[in-house]
């Protein structure tokens, strides 16, 4: 999947998945994020998204290709697991409420990564900004994995 498809993917329902109530979301509470605040949050090139069950398949596969080729371990479904309790899919998510947050350094995109952790663990090849999914998956992936093993050791908030 290109960034170009990725970027422009679901235009018509991107409304819908930013103003829709999001269920059991304990990370970033996507739904109570305007849309507004989402698309001008600062370096945020990534503005058209949304997540469907498709998008968000093809995200979490292009991730683990680039994944494999870097050597970062886990599987789809310990990502999936964590992007649904992180975001509910929602990759312009940003959590606005946590002492991350408070500190001026919110979590962003599908795994709710903070802007240093993701410059730290960000792989070359991938986009700049967290809130591309398949950047911020595979940076994400990449921390669990220094800290904990592997993304599917993780079962709460990281």
């Not at 290709?65 to 990759?91: C, F, L, Q, W």
């Not at 991350?100 to 709710?112: E, H, M, V």
């Amino acid at each position: 999947m290109s960034r170009l498809t990725r970027t422009v993917s679901a235009l018509a329902v991107a409304a819908a998945v930013v103003a829709a109530p999001i269920v059991g979301a304990s990370g970033a509470f996507a739904a109570e994020t305007p849309a507004a605040q989402t698309a001008a949050a600062p370096g945020n090139k990534v503005t058209h998204l949304a997540a469907t069950q498709d998008n968000l398949d093809g995200w979490i596969r292009e991730a683990l290709a680039v994944m494999a080729k870097h050597g970062i371990p886990g599987t789809y479904d310990g990502i999936h697991r964590n992007v649904m309790r992180e975001s509910s899919g929602n990759p312009l998510a940003i959590n606005d409420w946590d002492i991350n947050a408070i500190n001026g350094i919110p979590s962003k995109g599908l795994l709710q990564v903070i802007d240093p952790t993701f410059d730290a663990y960000h792989v070359e090849g991938t986009d700049s900004s967290p809130f591309d999914p398949v950047a911020n998956i595979v940076a994400a992936c990449n921390y669990a994995a220094d800290r904990y093993g592997s993304i599917d050791n993780v079962n709460s908030a990281y």
